[in-house]
């Protein structure tokens, strides 16, 4: 009998990836499940917003950027590339050093979920809209996270694990961002995940011997997707120029230091994982932020001063007190936590009130990857 396996990788659509035979639970694994369910500050929330208003966004002042940019992604260059081919080499799970095997896999759970949840948004404001422009740029958004979805699943599945995403659709809490909160925060993680895989990818590049996991030799045309999402979102904002002005201004300098800051928490989590990697975290940090914060100038009209001698200092505070936080949880002590709550509170305030760079923007938002 023929059987006729389908691969995510493959698809069309985002129906036809989320129905492909690696999206189904074919392994379900209850702890990467109970992992990606969890909603804390550091980890990929799911979010909903006002899709009607999202709907009634008109692209017309932004139109010939807006139709090349469309026709790049129905073009589809990476149709087929998210699948293991014979670039993937066998991964010895079995003898993994155990603390870096550990982070790994909350690395892969927490990028998966990521992924997902871009997926969800994106496949639901596709299935809400009556706008063509909207509709289809969300629904060929939703296919390639879909597909990026599918692969980091199928990393997981060699190690015994995977994520139930039809699970975390039905129950994982849903955030609500009014749709100009969706705008910052999605377009900067999507360019922030652009510079994290390219920095990888090119460290990677030169230090061969750290590349401990094939995954990574996908990152390149991986990371040109989140570079083309975060496109998408400029246009979208670029359309109304309130929307990057104004007392808007700061809440994109909140979203900045946020989406910098949980990053750099974050990654201070999985000491080992850098390690093998070969890469500092401190140095990895600020290289991404400064990739990210080059390509925000298409848009925003401020940058982060990261140079600035509180910035690295702050950073630094905010993760102890995050440790410490953690520490006191893991204890159980409702007391023990107020003290770092408090200080990881002054540190961001102290991270946020740093002045911030200003600058003029383009009359065009258009770039290319660059890195
Ligand atoms: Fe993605
Ligand atoms: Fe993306």
């Not at 999206?23 to 909603?39: F, I, K, P, Y």
């Not at 040109?224 to 300098?253: C, Q, R, Y």
């Amino acid at each position: 009998m023929n059987v006729q396996r389908t691969h995510s990788a493959d698809a069309a659509t985002v129906e036809e990836a989320l129905a492909a035979d690696n999206h189904q639970g074919v392994v379900d694994s209850e702890g990467a499940t109970a992992l990606a369910m969890q909603n804390t500050l550091l980890t990929p929330r799911f979010y909903t917003t006002d899709f009607d208003e999202m709907d009634a966004i008109d692209v017309t002042p932004v139109r010939a950027d807006w139709d090349k940019l469309i026709a790049q992604m129905k073009s589809d260059p990476n149709k087929g590339h998210f699948k293991k081919n014979e670039d993937w080499d066998s991964v010895d799970w079995e003898n993994m050093e155990p603390r870096l095997k550990a982070e790994f896999i909350d690395f892969l759970v927490s990028s998966c979920t990521a992924e997902f949840s871009g997926c969800v948004l994106y496949k639901e404001m596709k299935r809400r809209g009556n706008n063509e422009d909207i509709v289809t740029l969300f629904q060929l958004m939703a296919r390639d996270e879909a597909r990026h979805a599918g692969f980091i699943n199928d990393a997981l599945r060699e190690a015994g694990i995977a994520v139930n995403l039809g699970f975390l659709t039905q129950k994982k809490k849903y955030t609500y961002f009014r749709p100009k909160f969706i705008y910052y925060a999605t377009y900067l993680s999507e360019k922030i995940g652009y510079a994290r895989y390219i920095t990888i990818y090119r460290h990677l590049e030169k230090h061969p011997e750290h590349r401990f996991h094939p995954i990574f030799k996908w990152f390149r045309e991986w990371c040109n997707d989140e570079f083309s999402h975060g496109e998408a979102f400029a246009l979208l904002m670029k359309t109304d120029p309130k929307l990057t002005s104004g007392g808007n201004v700061l809440w994109i300098k909140f979203f900045l230091t946020a989406v910098y800051s949980t990053m750099y928490v974050r990654d201070h989590q999985r000491p080992a994982f850098h390690e093998a990697l070969g890469v500092d975290p401190d140095w990895y940090g600020q290289e991404v932020f400064r990739k990210t914060s080059a390509i925000s100038e298409q848009i925003f009209p401020i940058t982060l001063d990261i140079d600035h001698p509180r910035w690295m200092k702050g950073l630094k505070r905010l993760q102890r007190a995050n440790a410490d936080l953690a520490a006191a949880k893991q204890r159980g002590s409702l007391l023990g936590r107020i003290g770092p709550s408090a200080r990881a509170a002054m540190a961001f305030v102290s991270l946020f009130t740093i002045p911030a760079k200003k600058h003029a923007v383009p009359d065009t938002t258009r770039m290319e990857p660059a890195y």
